[in-house]
C-alpha cells in the first residue's frame, strides 16, 4: 500500500496519525480541516484496522457531511485502483471507477456513521426513543414525526392563544417558542427552566414547555431541538442503553466544535466517557475523542452556541500543558486559500480578540494584491462602487466569471442597493442563505398594503394583509366575504370591506378588526395625490402596527425584518430623489420591476450576495466586504458588551478569510436611516485595526487610523498625563466630552484595559459611538 499521507503537511499528519485519546485540532481558516478528519477516519481503518461501525463523525451540514463521504470513498477507491491496477483511480476507465466506489460504499462508507447532530440522533432514538421516561411520563415510539419550525410554532402558538388564554403580546408565540429552543439547547427541562427563570414570566413559559412536550408527544412528534436534546436525557436515565452506544463508537470525531451548544457538548461527553465524570475518566487505550475547529471563527451565538466549549478542551479532555508542550492540541496554520497580504490583514484583526487560541495563518501563496478600502458618500455610491468593480474585473479577467465574486454583508437589508443595481447592468445573481430583498415575506407585506391602497381591486392583496398583524379576523369570516362577492357577481372584495353596514353583518364579532383595516386603507387612498410614497409606507407602518408586533416579538430574526421593512422605506426615499414622479404608484411600478427575475436561468453562473453568517464555510476569489461603519458593523447591539464586539471581529475575519485573490472593503460616509434624511457613518472600529502597508484607500482614512495604532498611539501613550486619555483610569463613566464632529457627549461604556481603550459615547441626536480617546480629537467638556 502506498504512503496514502504523504500529500499532508507535518502538522495535518500529526493529527491524523493521532491515534487513541483526546485531540484538538485548532484549524485556522483554508488549512485543510476537511482533508484532516477525512484522511484520519482512513488512517483509522487502514493503518488500526478499526471497524468502520464504530466510528462517528459529526458535521454540522448534510452538506458537509456529503463531501466527507465522497472525499473518503475516492480515497479509499484510489487505494484499491494502486493497489489492483498499479494506476491511480482518476487513470482508469470511468466503468472502472464506478465499480471500485461502488465496492468502497458497500464495505466502508456505507458502514460508517457520518452526518449532522441531527440525523445521528435521529438515527439512534429510532433504536431506542421506548426506553425513554420524560418527566411528564409521556412516550414516544420509533415511528416518530420530525416537526419542521413552521410546526413547532403552530403547535405553541395553539398552546398560548388557545389552551392558555394568554395575552400574545406579552406572551408572543415566536418569543415563547424561542425560549422553549433555547432551554432545550442548554439542556433544561420545564422544571429546570422555571428554577433558572424563577418569575412570572418563567413560570409562565415552563409551563407552556410542559404542554407543549405533552402535544408533541400526543403527535408522536419531536422538533429539531429534541433529536439531540432526548437522547441526552436518555443517556443520563439509563446505563445500559449510554454503555451500548459508548461501546459501539469508540471513536468519535466532531466538526466545526467552536459551533457546539451545551446539549451537544454533553451527548459526546456521555458517549466518550460512558458518564464518568471528565476528570475522572482514563480508559483512553482503545477509544479517542478528535474535534476540530477555531474559536476565531465562532459566529453563532445567537444559535447557542457556545465557543468556550472548545476553549475548555484542553481542561475536559486534554492534558492541560501550554500549546508548545502539549500532546493533545495540534494547530493547523498553514493557509492553502487566500494570498499572503489577505492573511495579513486577517491576522492583524483577530489579534485584538482576548477570547481565542494564539494561531497565526501562515501563506502558502503569492504576495498578492493589496486589500482596497474605498469611502463611499453614501450607500449608493457604496453599491455603484462594487458593481462597477464587478464589471471591470469581469470583463478584463478572462479567468474570471460571475461566479466569482461575493458580496458579503453584516444585515440582509443591505442586499437591496447591490441588487437594483446588478439588475440594472443585466449580472445575474443570487441571494445566499435568504431571499432576495423584494421576495421576503415581510416586504411582500408591505408591498401589498401599498397595492391595495393603491388598487383596492387587487383583492390578493388585501388579503393578504388584512390580518397582519393580526386583527381577530379568521378563515371563516374571509369565506363569508368570498362567497358574498360572488354572490353578487364578483364585485371586488373592497367593495364589500369598506361598506360599515355589510361588514358588520358578515363579520359578526370580527368586524371591528376588519373596518380598522378598511379604515387605515381609506385613509391612504385619499393622500394618493397629495402624499409621496415614502409618507404613505412610513404611515402605514406606524397605523397598521406591523412595526410594533416585530417589535413586541423581540427575536432576532424579528429585528431582522424591521431592518428590511425600514430599508424598503428607504428605497422609496431614494426613489423620489432619483425621480420627478414620487408618487406611490411611480414606486410600486419600480418595484415590481425590481422584483421581476423572471429573465434569470437556472444554473447561470451569479454573482452571490449574502450576510456573513452565510458566508461561513465558503470561499470566492474576489470579495467585497460591505459595509464596515459603527451601529451596522459591528452592529448596535454589539456596542455596548465586550464579548459581543469580540464575536463582531471573529465575524469580520470570517468575511476577510472568504477571499482567495482580491479583497475589497467599502464603507459610507453618510447612510440613511429609517425615519431621518441621513446621518454621517463613523468607520468601524474594525477598520482602525488594519495594517495600513497592506490596504490601500481611496480616503486615506483607514491608513491613518492604522497607522495611529502603531506610532501615534506610542507617541501619545509618551507625553500622557492626567486627563489625555491615555489609559482607561483617565475616564470614568459619565464623564462629558467635546468632539469636533460630533459636540457634547456622555461616556456611558469603556472598553479594554491599560492603554488600549476605547470610549462608548452617546451623543445627542447622533445616538452612540464607539472612538478611540488617542486617535480622536476628544476633550472633556468645561
Known sequence: MTDFLNHLNPSQRRAVEHFCGPLLVVAGAGSGKTRALTYRIANLVLTHRIDPESILAVTFTNKAAKEMKERIETLFADQEARAKHGKALSALPEYQQIKLKSHVYKSLTKQLWIGTFHALCSRILRFDIEKYQDPGGYRWSRTFSIFDESDAQSLVKAI???????????????????????????????????????????????????????????????????????????????????????????????????????????????????????????????????????????????????????????????????????????????????????????????????????????????????????????????????????????????????????????????????????MRYSIPYQVVGGLRFYDRREIKDVLAYLRGIANPADTVSLKRVINVPRRGIGRSTLEKFDQAAQTLGNVPLWEILSDETSAKTLAGRSSKGVLEFASLIQKYRERLDDAKGSEIIQGVLEDSGYITALKVEGTDEALDRIANVQELYNAALQFEEENEDSSLIAFLANASLASDLDNMKEGQEKVSLMTLHSSKGLEFPVVFLVGLEQGLFPNFRSLEDPAAIEEERRLCYVGITRAKERLFISHARSRRLYGNNREAATPSLFLAELPSEYVNTNSGLPQRMATSIREVRQKKEKEAGPGSGAHEFDWNVGDQVVHTAYGTGEVTHIFGAGNKICLAIKFPGMGRKIIDPKISALQRAQ
Open 160 to 422: 398560548v392563544v388557545q389552551e392558555l388564554n394568554l395575552d400574545d403580546k406579552k406572551f408572543n408565540p415566536r418569543s415563547v417558542r424561542y425560549a422553549i429552543s433555547n432551554a432545550k439547547n442548554q439542556n433544561l427541562t420545564p422544571d429546570e427552566f422555571e428554577k433558572d427563570q424563577p418569575n412570572y414570566r418563567g413560570r409562565v413559559i415552563g409551563d407552556v414547555y410542559r404542554r407543549y412536550q405533552k402535544a408533541l408527544a400526543a403527535n408522536n412528534a419531536l422538533d429539531f431541538d429534541d433529536l439531540i436534546w432526548i437522547p441526552v436525557q436518555l443517556f443520563k436515565q439509563n446505563e445500559q442503553v449510554l454503555a451500548y452506544w459508548h461501546k459501539r463508537f469508540r471513536h468519535i470525531l466532531v466538526d466545526e466544535y467552536q459551533d457546539t451548544n451545551r446539549t451537544q457538548y454533553d451527548l459526546i461527553r456521555l458517549l466518550a466517557t460512558n458518564g464518568e465524570p471528565i476528570d475522572q475518566f482514563n480508559d483512553w487505550s482503545h477509544r479517542s475523542v478528535f474535534v476540530v475547529g477555531d474559536a476565531d471563527q465562532s459566529i453563532y451565538s445567537f444559535r447557542a452556541a457556545d465557543f468556550t466549549i472548545l476553549m475548555n478542551f484542553q481542561d475536559d479532555f486534554g492534558d492541560s500543558l501550554p500549546d508548545d508542550d502539549t500532546r493533545s492540541m495540534v494547530k493547523l496554520e498553514e493557509n492553502y486559500r487566500s494570498t499572503s497580504n489577505i492573511l495579513e490583514v486577517a491576522n492583524h484583526l483577530i489579534e485584538n480578540n482576548t477570547e481565542r487560541i494564539d494561531k497565526v495563518l501562515r501563506p502558502t501563496r503569492g504576495e498578492g494584491d493589496a486589500i482596497f478600502c474605498y469611502r463611499a458618500d453614501d450607500e449608493t455610491a457604496e453599491a455603484d462602487f462594487v458593481v462597477s468593480q464587478i464589471r471591470n474585473l469581469e470583463l478584463q479577467n478572462p479567468e474570471l466569471s460571475w461566479r466569482d465574486f461575493a458580496i458579503l454583508y453584516r444585515t440582509n437589508a443591505q442586499s437591496r442597493a447591490f441588487e437594483e443595481l446588478l
